[in-house]
């Protein structure tokens, strides 16, 4: 997996191609204009996989995430998604929002499973009229995930209450 820049323009728009449908491709200005944003990465994987998020603030969203259908049900998807968490919160991310066409079941099943929840729907998002779930996940680390937090200890008192 590569952090990609401008540079990766073109790999990245070959990628988003065969991933969706014509009225939905991001081409190589897109992709080369996002990438020039503050906040804005990307990750490209050579096998034919790529995300793209923002990191404003404490607040990330997943842009666009695509893998080639040739390498698809392989854990490429849920691989970068993975990748794109870590380092939004390494940015200083403590939650993460996307949208994802109703329709979508690949896609839902996917974030389901990496722990999104729907928080809003936005009707008629998509150019072919088709409505978008928002969903979201924290990304604070959980209490157990942290390695200072001592174990709960309850006081005498308490115990006896
Ligand atoms: C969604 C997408 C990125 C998934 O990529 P992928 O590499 O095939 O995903 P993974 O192999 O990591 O699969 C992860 C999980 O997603 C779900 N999933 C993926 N494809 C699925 C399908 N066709 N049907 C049902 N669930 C599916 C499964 O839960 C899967 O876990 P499992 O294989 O253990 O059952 C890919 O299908 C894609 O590029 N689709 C077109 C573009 C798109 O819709 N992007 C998302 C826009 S929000």
Do not use: C, K
């Not at 790999?11 to 990438?35: C, I, K, R, T, Y």
């Not at 996307?98 to 009707?123: D, W």
């Amino acid at each position: 997996m590569t952090e990609a820049g401008p540079l990766h323009a073109a790999a990245l728009a070959v990628v988003h191609e065969a991933a969706f449908p014509p009225e939905e491709v991001w081409d190589e200005a897109a992709f080369a204009g996002l990438l020039g944003q503050p906040g804005i990465f990307g990750l490209l994987d050579r096998r034919g996989g790529l995300v793209l998020a923002r990191v404003v603030l404490d607040e990330a969203e997943i842009l666009t995430l695509a893998v080639v259908p040739s390498a698809r049900r392989r854990g490429l998807g849920r691989a970068l998604l993975a990748a794109a968490l870590a380092r939004a919160r390494e940015r200083g991310a403590t939650a993460i929002f996307l949208e994802v066409a109703a329709g979508n079941a690949a896609a839902r099943m996917l974030y389901t499973t990496a722990g999104f929840e729907p928080v809003g729907l936005r009707r008629g998002y998509y150019a072919d009229g088709a409505d978008a779930l928002v969903l979201r996940r924290a990304l604070a680390p959980e209490p157990h995930e942290s390695e200072q937090q001592e174990p709960e200890q309850q006081a005498p008192e308490q115990q006896l209450g």
